[in-house]
């Protein structure tokens, strides 16, 4: 079985030899004009209370596919745990493979929210 260091603290913030991590981290390219490079928000919220707006990863990566407007249309005018009224437009990412959509999340819930690499990548269907 492959090691794989599971924090971004555990290895001094170098990136993980991951590929679904890798995979993730050029997704969220598409993410980064609106959230932050760094995840710090802009137009779009921060990801700093990313796992905690969606503690369940699935819910994240529905939120990724159907972006504000299918959100709407699908579950409602609210999203995540905390209920967040939505309030800006984010685009869909429905093209997005159920593979890919769980790299993103995984990048963003561990790079950004803190989480463990391989319990987010269980959380997220990847393990």
């Known amino acids: 079985m492959l090691l794989v260091l599971t924090t971004l603290a555990a290895c001094g913030g170098a990136e993980p030899a991951d590929p ?3 995979a993730g981290r050029e997704i969220f390219g598409t993410c ?4 932050g490079k760094g995840g710090e928000g802009g137009i779009g919220p921060a990801f700093s209370t990313v796992r905690e707006t969606f503690p369940d990863c699935a819910t994240q990566q529905k939120w ?3 972006g504000s407007e299918g959100w709407k249309k ?3 005018d609210s999203y995540g745990a905390t209920d967040k009224p939505i309030e800006k437009v984010m685009p869909s990412f429905d093209k997005l493979t ?3 959509l769980a790299q993103v999340a995984v990048y963003e819930r561990v790079r950004f929210g803190g989480g463990d690499l391989e ?8 393990g």
């Open 20 to 22: 679904d991590w890798i």
């Open 32 to 35: 980064a004009p609106c959230h």
């Open 64 to 66: 990724i596919s159907l």
């Open 74 to 76: 699908n579950v409602g």
């Open 98 to 100: 159920d593979t890919e």
């Open 119 to 126: 319990t987010e990548r269980i959380a997220c269907g990847l």
